[in-house]
Nanobody, 122 residues
């Protein structure tokens, strides 16, 4: 049974940093691409960042240069380092996994975590 569990969310002031982690179990982590998505109240889930099994990374324009996605295969963990946070980054952040390449479409991901809340105050 595949499980993804996010951690690291919280409340931070604008300009601050947070590091999200997602621990994966029940899958061969090195064969999967991992993604981070977010969903604010009343909005659709949107792509944030993704990393493929080969190390290719992709970022939404809104977070490029501020967020960094990385994996630790030995720990079956994917992280999202978020710097220079803005109030518009406030959302529930979700980790997702899929076999195959890193893509932006959330419909293409097979497994999802429960999400972790990130709140950025102005």
């Amino acid at each position: 049974q595949v499980q993804l569990e996010e951690s690291g969310g919280g409340l931070v002031q604008a300009g601050g940093s947070l590091r999200l982690s997602c621990a994966a179990s029940g899958l061969t982590f090195s064969s999967y691409s991992m993604g981070w998505f977010r969903q604010a109240p009343g909005q659709e889930r949107e792509f944030v960042a993704a990393i493929s099994w080969s190390g290719y990374t992709d970022y939404a324009d809104s977070v490029k240069g501020r967020f960094t996605i990385s994996t630790e295969n030995a720990k079956n963990t994917v992280s999202l380092q978020m710097n220079t946070l803005k109030p518009e980054d406030t959302a529930v952040y979700y980790c997702a996994a899929r076999r195959g390449g890193a893509v932006r479409d959330p419909e293409m991901y097979d497994y999802w975590g429960q999400g972790t809340q990130v709140t950025v105050s102005s």
